[in-house]
Nanobody, 121 residues
Framework: QVQLVESGGGLVQAGGSLRLSCAAS????????MGWYRQAPGKQRDLVAT???????TYSNSVKGRFSISRDNAKNTVYLQMGSLKPEDTAVYYC???????????????WGQGTQVTVSS
């Protein structure tokens, strides 16, 4: 079983910055992909950014140029540096990790509990 714990959310004014962190723990053999998703009230959960083990990244068009995803493979941790924040970035941000666990060996697709990000205008 693989657990994810997010931190770093909070309240920030428009134009400000926040950094989210997500640490994975448990029976981790390999983490292939880590990412961030967000869900605003009454809306579906949407992709924000992903990063592979090798560092290849993808971003949603709404955050390109403002957000940056990175990871520390040695610490099984992924980060999301958010800048030039807008009120429409307000949402619960969820961390996701996909890979292979051991004991037993199987694939996993794990989610964190979410962290609230609120951007005031």
């Amino acid at each position: 079983q693989v657990q994810l714990v997010e931190s770093g959310g909070g309240l920030v004014q428009a134009g400000g910055s926040l950094r989210l962190s997500c640490a994975a723990s448990g029976s981790i053999f390999r983490i292939n992909l880590m990412g961030w998703y967000r869900q605003a009230p009454g809306k579906q959960r949407d992709l924000v950014a992903t990063i592979t083990t090798g560092g290849a990244t993808t971003y949603s068009n709404s955050v390109k140029g403002r957000f940056s995803i990175s990871r520390d493979n040695a610490k099984n941790t992924v980060y999301l540096q958010m800048g030039s924040l807008k009120p429409e970035d307000t949402a619960v941000y969820y961390c996701n990790a996909r890979g292979t666990s051991f004991n037993p060996t199987r694939s996993y697709d794990s989610w964190g509990q979410g962290t609230q990000v609120t951007v005031s205008s």
